[in-house]
């Protein structure tokens, strides 16, 4: 596929993904949907890629959401609310475990996440963001009801916090400061070293054994869908599957030799 909507940039086991709509404030389509659906696969069966970063565009917004002058043009609305029995929540296409992707995903926030951004925020498992970053969602300020994305955020926020959001919708938003507190994102970085920051995590990521990352990953989220004995009970088969690939990935005895490790404290 040649993407229209998004850059795609694949080195050193890190796939680099950048929403690139900045005139439209980095909104979704429907034909960013069908990349994103093409790209999560290709990056799930791509051995080579260890790791994605997924950032936008440079400009006022990370994303806004649905672009909702585009979805009303004849057949490129987002959801056919029409097709009532077929009609698809698009964050299926969007959300790489949605997709069966079980590669790790840094997110790397600036300006607005607004709406339907927290279709890829609520399926990354780093998020950062710069000190400008906001979020918010203005759905019931439209008379629109939030469910989707609010729910799926119900896994990363306290239940509260993401109440207010919804209720507040378009009068208020979150800053960074409190995204920070209550658990949004885990890192606060200034805006000029936000890229090379969500690189710098990623390139740790990807240098680990790549089976025992995915793995990983798929054994913990999973686990949300599940009552907790029988998450446990399924976690053990994970680690006997996996454990068997991802240990002759790397060189256990020389890792465990080495007394001058080093590491960073957060």
Known sequence: MQYETILVDVADHIATITLNRPEALNSFTRQMMAEFEHLWKRVARDDSIHCCVLRA???????????????????QAVVDLDNIWHCEDPGIYLGP????CWKPVV???????????FYWLNESDIII??????FFDPHVTYGMTSALEPI?????????DVLRMVLLGNDERIGAGTALRIGLVSEIVPLGELWPRAHELAAAIAAKPPAATAGSLKAIWQSLDLPRSVALQQALKYCQIGNPAGVPQVDRAALMADKAKKFTIR
């Open 129 to 134: 963001c710069s000190e400008d970053a906001t």
């Open 97 to 100: 475990k949605s997709m069966n």
């Open 107 to 117: 997110a790397a926030v600036h300006g607005m996440a607004a709406g339907g951004a």
């Open 57 to 75: 565009a440079p400009g006022k917004a990370w994303c806004t959401g649905v672009d909702v002058k585009e979805s009303q043009k004849p057949g």
């Open 152 to 160: 799926g955020m119900t896994y990363h926020m306290p239940l509260h």
